[in-house]
T-cell receptor, first 115, second 112 residues
Framework: ETGVTQTPRHLVMGMTNKKSLKCEQHLGHNAMYWYKQSAKKPLELMFVYNFKEQTENNSVPSRFSPECPNSSHLFLHLHTLQPEDSALYLC??????????????FGPGTRLTVL | KQEVTQIPAALSVPEGENLVLNCSFTDSAIYNLQWFRQDPGKGLTSLLLIQSSQREQTSGRLNASLDKSSGRSTLYIAASQPGDSATYLCAVSGSGNTPLVFGKGTRLSVIA
């Protein structure tokens, strides 16, 4: 596959469940991002990893836990979520996280529903 | 804190019409500006990237302009088609480690 892929595409979970979202980029990029998109709100940046190091945590609740084992893979571990966490979660990557190379390419997203 | 505003929030036009989408940002110290397209329930597709030193970029029927000093960008779509129906998002990036800041988007409907 090419570009940025995300799995699963749809996820329904209860508030007590633990699940993980996966993102993989095939672009040779070194920066990866998690965004949350809720209805009628702008995209909200959650986390940024640049060369596997977390460089941004945008005041995200601890029930969201990111993991970046290498520059090609990014995970978002979910536990004890709330119904208001239901949203489209988008992953993106860029060559680096700064300057002229931060044109971002997005995956198709995971539609998360918390019951 | 950078804020990005897109006007109008929604737009409906007949097929074949030329149209302009607007984006404004509060802090003119940007590194680049990016326009995206998003189809319902899907991810974002990058359309055009304008570096701060550039005034416009073109791709096919799309033309994006940037006036950094006034904090404005426009996306011009020529000869619109029903397949252009989507939400168009504008995002700006500051220098250094500043990540992209997005507007809420303009939802475009092109009626056949």
């Amino acid at each position: 596959e090419t570009g940025v892929t995300q799995t699963p595409r749809h996820l329904v979970m209860g508030m007590t469940n633990k699940k993980s979202l996966k993102c993989e980029q095939h672009l040779g990029h070194n920066a990866m991002y998690w965004y949350k998109q809720s209805a009628k709100k702008p995209l909200e940046l959650m986390f940024v990893y640049n060369f596997k190091e977390q460089t941004e945590n945008n005041s995200v609740p601890s029930r969201f836990s990111p993991e970046c084992p290498n520059s090609s893979h990014l995970f978002l571990h979910l536990h004890t979520l709330q119904p208001e966490d239901s949203a489209l979660y988008l992953c993106a990557s860029s060559r680096t996280g700064t300057g002229a190379y931060n044109e971002q390419f997005f995956g198709p997203g995971t539609r998360l529903t918390v019951l | 804190k950078q804020e990005v505003t897109q006007i109008p929030a929604a737009l409906s036009v007949p097929e074949g019409e030329n149209l302009v989408l607007n984006c404004s940002f509060t802090d003119s110290a940007i590194y680049n500006l990016q326009w995206f397209r998003q189809d319902p329930g899907k991810g974002l597709t990058s359309l055009l990237l304008i570096q701060s030193s550039q005034r416009e970029q073109t791709s096919g029927r799309l033309n994006a302009s940037l006036d950094k000093s006034s904090g404005r960008s426009t996306l011009y779509i020529a000869a619109s088609q029903p397949g252009d129906s989507a939400t168009y998002l504008c995002a700006v990036s500051g220098s250094g480690n500043t990540p992209l800041v997005f507007g809420k988007g303009t939802r475009l409907s092109v009626i056949a």
